[in-house]
């Protein structure tokens, strides 16, 4: 079983994190998400609290759904409504596209990127990790001072400097301490996202314009890709948008989109 929290009432929603993060990243708006979900934030496997993935799976996009599928059947989920950030937001995707949910919502999500883009990206997750296990024990408590989080967190947030101290140290624990992130790199840099077959479910994409890791022009091609989605630009956001803007980001994860 994957590591969770559980709150709220009414229909389920189940938030899945990036790489390197675990369940806290959606802490910021997980209050409000909950005053009209269920809210389920898993732990991705080999990520926070929760297990590895099995000997012999992959820690690529199809070896992550398949972990998160058996997940809501654990947690008794009926086709939940889904939510992901980065690799999370590919997950989603996956989960639309099987039917395995009743909804899902992509924030930035890996796939739409090409050769250069993803080069630049696995750079950047590698450089945040070595930093943030150089600084080891001490680095949370760094994270925790506005002028470094602006340093170590300007590739995933809009305004790092506003990040609360709480919030900086959980990302830089679970980068530092997730045993996942080196397998995962090489894996899912082979991922790109495929039209066909097409979502058997209503599917929003939301993009942080000021998202420095997977820029918005990535945007453009999941919209060529998924015309039939629903597609929102979050102003002042970065790629992890939750602490950015949290009324917004909770406001599109509760809205029913049109198919």
Excluded at 141 to 165: D, E, N, Q
Aim: hydrophobic share 45%; with cysteine.
């Amino acid at each position: 079983m994957l590591a969770h929290d559980r709150s709220g009432t009414g229909p389920p929603l189940v938030l899945l994190h990036g790489v390197g993060l675990d369940r806290r990243t959606w802490r910021p708006v997980r209050d409000l998400l909950a005053e009209e979900r269920e809210v389920i934030a898993l732990d991705l496997p080999g990520h926070g609290e929760s297990p590895s993935l099995p000997a012999g799976v992959r820690y690529d996009v199809a070896g992550y759904v398949g972990a998160v599928r058996e997940a809501i059947g654990a947690l008794g989920l009926d086709r939940p409504h889904v939510a992901g950030n980065s690799l999370g937001g590919a997950i989603a995707l996956e989960l639309a596209r099987t039917g395995d949910v009743a909804s899902a919502v992509a924030l930035s999500p890996i796939g739409f990127w090409n050769t250069r883009e993803i080069r630049a990206t696995m750079a950047s997750l590698r450089l945040s990790r070595a930093l943030a296990r150089l600084s080891g024990p001490i680095g949370p408590t760094l994270a925790s001072i506005a002028a470094v989080r602006l340093l170590l967190f300007r590739p995933y947030y809009g305004h790092p400097a506003r990040l609360s101290s709480a919030d900086a140290r959980a990302a830089a624990e679970a980068f530092a301490a997730s045993a996942a992130l080196p397998a995962t790199l090489p894996c899912t840099r082979r991922y790109r996202f495929a039209p066909d077959p097409p979502a058997r479910v209503p599917v929003t994409i939301g993009w942080g314009e000021d998202d420095r890791l997977l820029p918005p022009r990535q945007a453009l091609r999941a919209r060529e890709m998924l015309p039939a989605a629903r597609h929102v630009i979050l102003p002042g956001c970065g790629h992890v948008p939750m602490p950015d803007d949290p009324e917004r980001v909770a406001s599109l994860l509760l809205s029913s989109p049109d198919r």
